[in-house]
């Protein structure tokens, strides 16, 4: 998949460090990532994601 070109890119946040550009996701948004993509692997990470998020972390 390509991320440039991809509406995938508005849930990326981004803010600058020492200048520098730097993209990230908070675990709400990886979450979502992780389902638009909806890849076998994708799924278990979902799945540990989730924990992550009820628990907290």
């Known amino acids: 998949m390509d991320l440039q070109n991809s509406s995938l890119l508005s849930l990326w946040s981004t803010l600058q460090a ?3 550009p730097v993209r990230f ?3 709400n948004q990886l979450i979502r990532t992780e389902q638009i993509t ?4 994708d799924k278990i990470d979902i799945e540990e994601l989730e924990k992550i998020r009820k628990s907290g972390i």
């Not at 909806?38 to 692997?41: L, Y």
């Open 18 to 20: 020492e200048g520098v």
């Open 25 to 27: 996701l908070n675990i």
């Open 38 to 41: 909806n890849r076998a692997k």
